[in-house]
């Protein structure tokens, strides 16, 4: 690939998302009176402060998790501003204010027109003439009742939704990670879908974008109420830069009787450069609780960015004949760690799981699928599918599969599937003696590898996703 | 056939390789025209499919010395793509498998990029069902080929088959099969050969590389080559194989080296 296009990645994002520091910062450091500030400036009512203390009281309790197969010098969490302002991003005026490399490198990840607009910071109604995509969104959901909007903003106009679900799935004493993020969190997405409504498109945080920046401790809460379904989209195949080292966010999900949530990630947070110097440490607790009969909870993961990437989208199958479903692609490379997978809670009777866990290390890189299968003793004729294939590139990166099997009912039927494979020369050399170039070979050969998952995606999404394996990985093969 | 005025398509001279710094060629020379099909012949470990895998380009081998010219260029100036683009085919002795990618897919993509590169006609995925479907009768491949892994699960004759399908669509300048005829029964042996037979005419060449004499029962050579130790050490014509098969090869060292020896005509 073209050294421009490589420097382009690996640049700090020269418009929209860096702003000048604002004056309206915490000082540094996490102590309660930072807690009650935040609660204060986001005029948040006494029971979600009470929230936040109470996760604040945990996390001074616990100590940072040490079993993961990932390699990072210690956070310092003193050293981090926990809230500043919302701040607008800087709009521009027209697409041709924007830096022509980002725009080509747009156009090589095959990003659409309006999206290119909203992620280099030019304002969407310019392009659109006055209509805002999103508005328009809002408008359409809010017609069948779907509530979509910044968790800040949910607090305000739904608290008694939010004080009904959030920290249900993931409590506030969890992990370490989710309790700093319960103590602070600064805001998210929330979503709600009412009984008996199909959500008549993806919701995509891409919507959410030009708004303002949601911060390294981003709080997501998604509702399908009876017989609701919803598919979610989160994050951008663009590369996305941030100041902030550490991003520790919490996502929850709660299916209730006979509803669906699909939610889907694509993820290309900055990655550090080839020598590993600097990236995103991005540390991330994600649940869903299926807990209301043939409830369906379906993740699909495709992880391509951040220095340190340690998260587990997981399961709890309480409803019975619920489903849970985990897809992911890893990719990592250069001085990337992955540590990543799921967790499958079989409580109920009936209840399915299925595991597709694909990982891509070139470089010197790291990834390590971690998963459980837990079958309670409740769980009668509990069924679970793993596959974990991992594919390596090049001889010094490494790939390792944990898993872990626990079968509490004897009914229970758990199977699971590992394999490594290699793209190695004589695979490149088939192609290359067909008249297939380098790009193309890599494209396919990944993409077949990863076929499994990317059926699950949106269609853009999987086409998207495609091109930003490729993308991610030219120059290392071959 | 042989026809003294035909186009050289190939000229080997002095050739000198390593792989992994041990040196398997020492001074190979070969000439192909056009309209010829040539065996090589050896004992294993005589440096024939080296030969085979250096003229695809394979990046293992080190090219120390000698020249190749293909076509009227020097091949050494080409990158492995832009030799299969050019008209070098190579049918694998092993096949490489694929998993995930659809053979279709596979084989349109081979062929649009071949055909764009000689400015040719690119074909939609509907005209090009219709294109394979028709060359796959050539194999008596069942059309269900299409829909799987390149090479995955294939057995040893499909997977040759598949290959010979290849060399179909690309309609290769200088095709050079690979002990293709290895691990193949004697109904595939027929059909692969039957295939390779058809593709064959005055404007290409062909390189069998083989350890046996019974695939020359069904292509017949227009020469037959002996390799030992990186070189050719006697040339003749397709009665060679059969006393080959009769006598061994050890009937060659045998004779006297110093008459035969790079000898070509």
Known sequence: ?478 | MINQDSKTILEVRGLHANVNGIEILKGLDLTVKSGEIHAIMGLNGSGKSTFAKILAGHPAYEVTAGTIIFNDQNLFDLEPEERARAGVFLAFQYPIEIPGVANNQFLRLAYNTVQSQRGKEELDPLEFDDFVREKMKLLEMNPDFLDRSVNEGFSGGEKKRNEILQMALLEPKLAILDETDSGLDIDALRIVANGVNQLTNKDNATILVTHYQRLLDYIVPDYVHVMEAGRIIKTSGKELAKELEAHGYDWINADDHSKTAGVRL
């Open chain 1, 1 to 478: 690939m073209s050294a421009v296009l490589q420097n382009l990645v690996n640049q700090p994002y020269k418009h929209g998302f860096v702003t000048e520091i604002e004056s309206d910062i915490a000082p540094k450091g996490l102590n309660e009176e930072i807690i009650r500030l935040i609660s204060s400036k986001k005029n948040e009512p006494e029971w979600l402060l009470a929230f936040r203390l109470q996760a604040y009281e945990k996390w001074l309790s616990m100590s940072e998790p040490q079993w993961q197969n990932v390699n990072y010098p210690k956070i310092d969490y003193q050293s981090i501003s926990y809230y500043s302002a919302p701040k607008p991003k800087k709009k521009l005026a027209s697409m041709d204010e924007v830096d022509p490399e980002l725009l080509r490198t747009f156009e090589k990840l095959g990003v659409p027109m309006h999206e290119r607009a909203a992620l280099a910071g030019v304002a969407v109604d310019v392009i659109f003439d006055s209509v805002s995509v999103a508005t328009t969104y809002k408008e359409k959901l809010a017609e069948v009742g779907i509530i979509f909007c910044s968790i800040s903003e949910a607090v305000q106009t739904h608290p008694e939704l939010i004080k009904k679900y959030l920290g249900t799935v993931v409590p506030v004493g969890d992990n370490f990670y989710a309790a700093l993020n319960s103590a602070v969190f600064t805001d998210g997405s929330f979503c709600f879908i009412p009984k008996g409504v199909k959500c008549p498109m993806d919701l995509s945080t891409y919507f959410r974008i030009n708004t303002e920046e949601s911060g390294q401790f981003e709080r997501t809460l998604i509702i399908a109420e009876e017989g609701a379904s919803v598919s979610y989209l989160e994050g951008c195949t663009a590369p996305k830069f941030d100041t902030n080292q550490l991003h520790a966010a919490v996502v929850e999900l709660i299916a209730l009787d006979n509803a669906e949530i699909k939610y889907s990630t694509v993820q290309n947070w900055y990655a550090g450069d080839e020598k590993g110097v600097g990236g995103i440490y991005n540390f991330v607790t994600k649940r869903g609780l299926a807990k209301g009969v043939n409830s369906r909870i379906s993740w699909t993961q495709v992880e391509t960015g951040a220095a340190i990437t340690w998260k587990y989208p997981s399961c709890i199958l309480r409803g019975e004949n619920s489903v849970g479903e985990f897809y992911s692609v890893a990719v990592t490379n250069n001085y990337q760690q992955a540590d990543t997978g799921t967790k499958m809670i079989h409580i109920g009777r009936n209840t399915r799981s299925t595991i597709i866990s694909k990982s891509i290390s070139a470089g010197y890189s790291n990834s390590s699928y971690r998963g459980l299968v837990r079958i309670a003793p409740t769980a009668e004729n509990a069924r679970n599918y793993s596959q974990c294939d991992s594919m390596l590139i090049g001889d010094q990166c490494g790939a390792n599969t944990f898993p872990y099997i626990q079968v509490n009912n004897n009914s229970a039927k758990v199977e699971h599937e590992a394999s490594t494979s290699k793209i190695g020369e004589d695979q490149l050399f088939y192609f290359f003696q067909r008249g297939i170039g380098a790009e193309e070979a890599v494209s396919m050969i990944i993409n077949g590898f990863c076929k499994e998952v990317f059926q699950q995606l949106p269609m853009e999404f999987a086409v998207e996703a495609t091109k930003l394996l490729s993308f991610k990985l030219e120059g290392s093969v071959g």
